[in-house]
């Protein structure tokens, strides 16, 4: 099996560079690409400078989901791994895929471990009924593709900030592809991160996002309507606790409440669009074939 493992950053170069040290210990022979987003920290003479990463492209965006699709334009493997810059591979994870391929597997993940106090803390593969699908999600910061899948998929959708992921799932789970989960393809965290603003976490978006994806994937539907309502009201009833509690004020919490409403509509909306334009089981109008001017630069060591 020929490995890219494609590695996102954004204004993380000090958890880049362990991630890439784990990364050149737990698969040595894998293509490595790194994406930079506009990083403003260094990043780009750190990665130059190693001589264990074998292409580097630049882009303009602050989109996890772009810097998926430009790595996935220059991989070269018949398998494409996505790492998150401030995860390191444990010893194992090379194999661990590979077996999984052996088996028969055409996307493979595996636990993200985050190192705590006393110990470590991992999670399992998560699925979910959907209205006819059984979603099985994973993680964009430790998941492996067969490069076939990735251009059945036309990789990620770069509309969301948030939940490409997830909105990968579904649409793996539409076309009758499983995710193929490995507890020893493993990734860990040893500190508190984030993605350095390539994603975007604000309430308003993460409502969006998940409209979009609900309705892009399944249309109108009763039960989907219902399931963003029942996410929003959990939240809201969290929110409404910190009021009473003192930790948040009604203000925040009416200024929260119309973000959502607003996330909801909007991207419910953009879905509905987005469905209509792509009808096939792809169900990606904006993917990697949407577009060819991702990177503004590229380091190819292959040439």
Excluded: C, Q
């Excluded at 040893?190 to 399944?218: Q, V």
């Amino acid at each position: 099996m020929e490995l890219s493992v494609v590695v996102p950053t954004l204004n993380g170069r000090d958890r880049l560079a362990a991630s890439l040290d784990a990364l050149a210990v737990a698969a040595p022979d894998a293509e490595v690409l790194v994406v930079n987003g506009p990083s403003a920290d260094g990043t780009t003479g750190m990665v130059r400078d190693r001589d264990d990463v074998d292409v580097l492209v630049e882009i303009a965006a602050r989109n996890v989901n772009v810097a998926r699709n430009a790595g996935i334009e220059v991989a070269d493997g018949d398998a494409v791994a996505f790492v998150g810059y401030d995860h390191e591979l444990e010893p194992g994870w090379r194999e661990a895929v590979e077996d999984a391929f052996a088996e028969g597997a055409s996307v493979v993940t595996g636990p993200l471990r985050r190192t705590v106090r006393g110990g470590a803390t991992s999670d399992g593969l998560e699925r979910r009924r959907i209205v006819d699908r059984e979603v099985s999600y994973f993680n964009g910061r430790n998941v492996v593709f067969a490069r076939a899948v990735l251009e059945d998929l036309d990789g990620f959708d770069e509309y969301l900030r948030t939940g490409g992921a997830r909105d990968a799932a579904h649409r793996l789970a539409g076309m009758g592809v499983d995710v193929s989960w490995r507890a020893d393809a493993a990734a860990r965290r040893r500190s508190e991160a984030t993605d350095g603003g390539i994603e975007s976490r604000d309430l308003g978006w993460k409502y969006r996002a998940l409209a979009y994806r609900l309705a892009k994937n399944y249309g109108v539907r009763p039960s989907v309507a219902r399931r963003t309502l029942r996410h929003a009201a959990g939240d809201a009833a969290g929110a409404f606790r910190d009021v009473l509690g003192g930790d948040a004020t009604p203000t925040t919490w009416t200024r929260n409440g119309r973000d959502v409403l607003t996330g909801i509509a909007s991207g419910a909306s953009d879905g509905l669009v987005a469905r209509t334009r792509d009808r096939s089981p792809k169900r990606n109008p904006n993917g990697i074939s949407a577009r060819a001017d991702r990177a503004v630069a590229r380091y190819d060591r292959r040439t």
